[in-house]
Each structure stands twice: as structure tokens, then as C-alpha cells.
């Protein structure tokens, strides 16, 4: 390094010129830049030295203004097609490009070939060119980042428009940038850049709340977006082929395997649901037989008359494994034209079923049943409340419905005689209608939800048995006997919610497998799910089975098979469950959100960590338990007054404040 010569070296990746002006230890030179900045270099450090006469600092300006002419880039193209793969330093280049070597025309190569991203690469001193391929590779990608640049630009602008209020029809290019910003959503731990990106190029903070915000200011989610489904790997919209085939079967219907279904047009058919189901899947009615016994027919709707084994509409409900119930509504496990069309049990018109006719001793016990393929047309759509009314008032219009009820008052008896579990607590069902307003409805366990309940265990215990009988490979629920605390411990519990909370938390968990066993909640030997198949994957296999048995044919799955398909089937009816429960604690913390300013009538249900004053209370006017932290010293079965003090459903945080006064341990 001499005093006066120009060279060139690099203060964090940028290029400068600096002159030296004296020495620095051993090694080092002073090195003052075109801005009058000073700098201690080693010579390692100069990345290229200009010849020409001694400089001083304030001479590089217009040095630089002198090599500015020369700084034509797609020269360099025409250079690399001459030279033919040759290496060259600056100099020669200066002579390609300039035919010269002056000071400035070097200095304007070797800046030239500093700065190529494409045609040449730097090896020691000297300027390799690339090879033809490797130079076509390189424009290619130049061009798709510009193009990518330029898709970036209109993206935000779009986006800033929009904000502004105008209306914008996005473009394909888009989906990728928004699908972005929704996984950062959906998995807030995982660093998305290019969400992250976006929210900095539109003035945002870089979060996944941030990202929310956006998204809904956007409209492109719903402030109260479901984000437990989207987090979910259940489907939501049906694959197009699914839809044709759906199609297909509504304008011509296959032909019917069963040639010879039984025809109960003639019977009385009731089909008790609530006000708002679509899926209408069961259907009773009740005869008196020449012997003057009365013979209870359950009418199960009959999907399998359109799916067969394997077909689209079958792996889609498999996929699914069941219909998904929210407060915003529901997502069925079939096509809704299907599910709510010619698969349900419609009022006045005749409808495929499998009917399960059983006759009862006195006691409530099977005496005799019968299974058939059939056709039935549903006389009446009632309701739960309808029911209610008639049973109350005695309508003697409709003597059936009272028969009904006898009968399955005669099964709850049984049933609890063979040691079934009655556990009693209240449920709340919580509705969201199309305007986003919340309702929660406290459901009982009244007449009408008893006798459709009974008779539904009927057919699963004569559909279990039958296949037992048979020997048809079927999945069969069962349930541990659960043990619970001694009776003396028990009966120190206050009788009512806080008991039956207890018997709760002592219930093993129900399982599933094609080996028939006992279900000690419902007092069974055997049980098997069929009563719900437009809704549940597992009834649809059970359907699948029993109808090919019946009409003479081998059943389509093996144990094996089923055992397999309960496995998968158990795994998705549990996720879709947990997407459920934690959809209706979201609108439930919503609901309660709306209505902090009324107290609420809590009971004190059971304890999470005592020692910590963290317990789980009940609110009895909306069925919806939920934790909280006593400020007061509280024993189980107390009732208090409490108010909401916060709740943010998407933070999923409640708390509440307790009115001390108010506490009644007399009730």
C-alpha cells in the first residue's frame, strides 16, 4: 500500500475508494474516504488498486464522475460473447470494453465486473465468464424475481386499496400471501416471512394477532373466525367430484340392492327431533300383534340405499368419520342435498330404512326382535316440545306416543336393574343464527329426550345382539365398570350437580372394537351404534354389514377391517368433538362477553387444585361450566352471585367477581 494511490475496500458489503495517508503499526495504513471518513485497513483488506496519478481524498468525486460515462452494464454482455470463456482481469476488460487503459477506464471495468451478478465471477484477480447455461439459469431467476417483485408491489397495493374501501377482486397470485398470513394465524410458534413481510409493507405489527386483525379488516375472516376448525384436518368444503356424484344420484338413483324390502307404509311413523334438524335419521311407531302383544318398531333412515362400500360418497364420509354440530350451524358428514334429502326419513314421503320391530317382556327386557331392510313414510315431524305437550296433556289422538313412552320408561327400569348410570347434569346448547347473535338454551332431561334416548339404546342392544347371534363383524361400544368412591364418602357430597359431577369424573372413557363387551354406563351386555348412519361413520359400517347379511350376501368388511376403520373412525369423531367443545366455549365466552353487566346464579361443582382456590362452577341458569379462582373461602354445593369482569373468547380468558354478601349456605 503506497501514500496517494487509489484503491478500492469495503466497509460492510459497500464498495469505497479511499486514499492512503500514512502508516499504522506494523502493517496498517490510515485510509481516508471520499467523505472524509478515516479507516484502518490491512492491505488484505484493498479489493483493487487504480493506477494513475496520486489522489487525494477530495479528488475522488471527480474521479468518479470521470468513470461514470463508462458504466454501461449491457456492454458486459457483448464482452462475454467475445472473449468465449476466457479469463480476464480489469485491465484487459478496459481494452475489450474501451479499447483503452486509463485509470478511469480500468476503474470502470473492474466495477463493471464487481457488480455483474450474470456474466462473469471472480476468481483471485481475475473475471471468469460463465458458462451459456449457467448465464440462462441466472436471467431466469432474475426474471422470476422480478416478476415476483412486481406480483409483491400490486399485492400491497391491492391490500392498501382495500383498506382505504375499495372494492378489489384479488387475484391467483394472491392465494399464496394469504394462505401465509393464515398459517401464522393458526400456528402462531412457527415464523411465516413471508407473512411477516407482508404486515411490515402495510404499516402492521410483525404477530399472529396482528395477521387476525388483517385478515378480518381485509373480509376475508369473520371476526369471530373459527379457528379451532381451521387448526382442525376436518373438511369443509366437499370435493367437486363428491358433489357430482351427489348430483348424479339426485337425478337418477341407482338401482336398490334389496329386491324384497319390507313394506311398513302403512304404519304410523313419528320422527321426533329438534325444531332445527336437517338430518332426520330416525323414525318410531308402535303395533298390536294378533296375540295382543305390542311390538316397537325403531326405523333407522337407510343411507347405504345410495353409498356402497368404497364408492366417493363412502371414502368422503370415512374422511370425515362424522357430522360436525357448531353453534354457527352444521357440517355433515354427506352432501347436505343428500343428507337432508332422499337419505332422511321426510315427512309424507316414502323413505328407505332399515327397521329393527322389538317386542318387550314387562319387565323392559328383549323378548323377540326383528331386523329388515323396509320402506316407511313418516306421518309426523315432531318436536321434542311437541312431545312434551302431549304426554303432559294426554292427547288421546295419538295413543302411540303415551305407548312409546311407557315402553321406554319399561327400558330405563330394566336398564338400571342390570346396573346402568344415570348421571344427571345440565347441558347447554349454544346457538349462533346468521347475524352473529348468541343464544344459549339450558336443555332437560325431559319425557321426550328420554323416550327417543331409549329408544335408541333398544336398537343398538338388539343390532349388538344380532350381530353376536350371527356372528357379523360389527363394532361394538362398550364401557368399563367405573369405581367409584365409597358410599360414605359419596353421601358427604351435596346431592344434585356436585354428586353426579363426582360420578362423572369416575366414568372410564367408552371404546370401541369389533369384541362384543358390556356397557356398564347403559346396564348392556352387548351394544352396537346403527341409529344415527347419515351421521356417524360407524353406524354406516354397521348398516353396510347388517344389510348384506340380510339379503344373503357375504358382508363387505372383515373383523379385521372394521377394526381398523373404528380405530381411524374413533380418531377423527374424538378431533371433530374437541373442535365442538371448543367452538361452543368460544361463543359461550362471547355470550357471556355481550352480558357482562348481569350477575349470574353459580354453584360450586368441584375442585381443580383446592389448595389453590381453583374450582369449576356451574352457572344453572345456562348449563355452562367453567373455571374460576374463589376470592372467598367456598365449600362444594355453595350458590353465589357472580359477574364477568373479563372474557375475550380469542384469548380464551374469563374471570369472574363473586358477590360475598350473597353467598347462601342454607340452600
Known sequence: MEKGKLIEFKVQGERRLGVPERPEGKKNWIVRDQWGHSHTLHPRQVEYEVGGDPKRPQDIPLFLQEVDPYLDPSSLEVAWELLEGEPVTPEDMAEVLFSEQSAVACYAAYSL????????????????????????????????EKQRNQEKAAFIDRIKRRLAGEAIEWENSDRARFEALERYVLNPEQEVRLAQDTLGEVGREKTPEAAFSLLVDLGLWSRHENLFLRRSSYPVQFPQKVLDVAQQYLDSPPDDLERDRLDLTHQKVYTIDDESTKEIDDGLSIETLPDGREQIWIHIADPTRLVQPEDELDQEARRRCTSLYLPTGMIPMFPAELATGPMSLRQGQVSPAVSFGVILEDDGSITDYTIAASWVKPTYRLTYEDVDEMLELGVTAEPEIAQLAHWAEKRKEWRKSQGSINISLPEAMVKVDENEEVEIELLEDSPSHQLVAEMMILTGEAAGRFAVDNEIPLVFRSQPQPEFPPEEELLQLPAGPVRCCALRSCMPRSEMSTTPSSHAGLGLDVYAQVTSPIRRYVDLLAHFQLKAFLRGDSCPFSAEEMQEMAYSAASGAYEATLVERQTRRYWA????????????????????????????????????????????????????????????????????????????HAL
Open 113 to 144: 465486473l464487481a457488480e455483474d451478478k450474470i456474466y462473469f465471477k471472480q476468481k483471485g484477480n481475475q473475471f471468469e465468464p460463465r458458462s451459456p447455461s449457467q448465464v440462462a439459469e441466472i436471467k431466469h431467476q432474475q426474471e422470476v
Open 589 to 664: 365466552l362471547e355470550y357471556l362477553r355481550r352480558n357482562s353487566d348481569q350477575r349470574w346464579n353459580a354453584l360450586v361443582l368441584r375442585w381443580l387444585r383446592e389448595e389453590d382456590n381453583l374450582g369449576i362452577v356451574l352457572l344453572e341458569d345456562l348449563g355452562l361450566e367453567l373455571p374460576h379462582r374463589f376470592q372467598n373461602q367456598v365449600e362444594l354445593g355453595d350458590r353465589l352471585e357472580m359477574e364477568v369482569v373479563v372474557a375475550d373468547p380469542h384469548q380464551d380468558l374469563l374471570r369472574f367477581r363473586e358477590f360475598t354478601e350473597e353467598l347462601n
